[in-house]
């Protein structure tokens, strides 16, 4: 049974990059039959907020993306007091007592000597005296995990392919602070072993954490997941850093972007399948898969977006849309209008144009009369009765007329809806009206 997490830290709202985590995860658990987990990283309680908590919540449920079952860290700190206890017993874990500023300081003199920033080990070598003196001295340790230097780390991701890390070019983590709260490392690794993780997907700024973590699974004695880890979502211009506030779930609502276009988007996003307004996720679901993912940087678009969102609302039927259409408007009110909408709140506007009254055209004495004699038409024909009045107008004017083209349909449209373009007007006449119609024809005929 595959099983997958989406594992936010809830300090903020979800945006793009995380909304895409969450998507993915979700496609390979349902797309394998298996469950898809929400597992809240709030060990951290100072940054952590109940609020943050419920909007993911919120945001995921908006986007369709159902999570079948939800756990919290913070409710979960005995399992890692435990597993601490196990590989401390085993001789995993160690005490570590320098300070930020030491650390720092260690840092800087490595650098400054050309070699990379490695934790250098030195509180292995503390002598049971000597962590006496330090402990005497009120500092209380905080805990390093002792990374094995024996073989190289290595695994095979599914997107980058086979993985090796040497162990030795890593610091032994800190797994807890001195105050005996937690890191992200261990929790998360124990959770993924208790709660059956089969699967990790997650951003490739987490690729030096999965090769400590498949230590940490080993040393707990557990077979490490699977992991894959997908590029970084960037934006046109670079970095998606700085604006990630205005790319979430509230902020796309607002535009008027659907969640079937941002789901569209970012299932293949990055991909080498073709971004398509696909609002159907079976499609997406059966084509989903990690062999397709490639390894640069995947541009975030929001004019792709909005072009996708466009094609997608085109496509909605009416049950999908009716609680937010505007009063009156019906299945073929819709029908007329969809393909003339990027966004579902622009219907108001264009019902405006059959519920009247329309924008007041001025038009040549030619047109003038062509449109009263249109209104004649109508007066003596029963045109709506054959279901096609807009056919049945334009035959019979052409007929009386001899115009054609832009002469005979630009006038008549102008004057029933106000403007020059809009949706087809086969759709749209039956929806304005006998009556409607021919006021709005007679009154265009009258003003001069
Ligand atoms: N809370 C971690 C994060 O948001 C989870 C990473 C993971 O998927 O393991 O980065």
Redesign the pocket.
């Known amino acids: 049974m595959t099983v997958t ?5 809830p300090t903020g709202r979800l945006h793009v990059g ?1 909304i895409r ?1 969450a998507l993915h995860n979700w496609m390979l658990a349902k797309q394998a039959g298996g469950r898809f987990l929400l ?1 809240i ?1 709030d060990t951290d309680a100072a940054r952590s907020r109940e609020e943050y908590v419920d909007a993911i919540r919120a945001d995921l449920a908006w986007l369709g993306i159902a999570i079948d079952g939800e756990e919290r860290q913070s409710q979960r700190l005995h399992h890692y007091e435990r597993a601490f206890e196990q590989l401390r017993a085993s001789g995993r874990i160690y005490p570590a007592y320098e300070s930020a500023q030491e650390l720092e300081l260690k840092r800087k003199v490595a650098l400054g000597r050309g070699l990379p920033p490695i934790y250098d080990r030195a509180a292995l070598s503390l002598t049971d005296e000597q962590r006496a003196a330090k402990e005497a001295e009120g500092i209380a340790p905080h805990w390093r995990f002792k990374l094995d230097h024996v073989e190289p780390i290595a695994w095979e991701d599914g997107v980058r392919g086979a993985q090796k890390f040497d162990p030795a070019q890593l610091s032994d983590p800190v797994i807890r602070r001195a105050n005996g709260s937690w890191l ?1 490392m261990l929790p ?1 690794a124990v959770d ?1 072993i208790e709660m059956g993780v089969t699967q ?4 490739e ?2 690729v030096s ?1 999965t090769a400590v ?1 498949i230590q940490m699974f080993t040393a707990l004695g557990a077979p490490p997941p699977r992991f894959a880890h997908e590029a970084l979502l960037v934006g046109r211009e670079g970095k998606l850093s700085k604006r990630l506030g205005s790319l979430g779930c509230d902020a796309f609502r607002e535009r008027g972007i659907e969640p079937e276009a941002i789901v569209a988007l970012l299932a293949r996003l990055g991909t080498s399948l073709p971004v398509e307004p696909i609002a159907d996720r079976d499609v997406l679901l059966n084509t989903f898969d990690l062999s397709t993912f490639g390894r640069a940087p995947a541009k975030f678009d929001e004019d792709e977006l909005g072009r996708l969102n466009a094609a997608i609302v085109h496509q909605f039927e009416y049950e999908r849309v009716a609680a937010h259409l505007p009063e009156g408007m019906d299945e073929a009110g819709w029908h007329a209008i969809r393909p003339n909408l990027s966004r579902i709140a622009e219907a108001g506007d264009w019902w405006r144009i059959v519920t009247g009254p329309v924008d007041g055209h001025t038009f040549g004495e030619d047109d003038r009369a062509y449109l009263a004699e249109a209104a004649r038409v109508m007066e003596s024909n029963d045109l709506f009765a054959s279901g096609e009045p807009w056919q049945a107008l334009t035959t019979a004017l052409k007929g009386t007329t001899g115009r054609k083209g832009k002469a005979l349909f630009l006038p008549l449209r102008q004057a029933l809806t106000g403007m020059d373009h809009g949706p087809d007007m086969g759709e749209l006449l039956p929806l304005i009206g006998a009556e409607r119609a021919h006021a709005r024809l007679v009154a265009a005929a009258a003003a001069g």
Do not use: E, K
């Not at 990790?200 to 951003?203: D, E, S």
């Open positions: 997490r989406f594992a936010p830290s995380n985590t597992r990283d992200y998360s993924d990790v997907l997650r951003g700024d987490h954490n973590q």
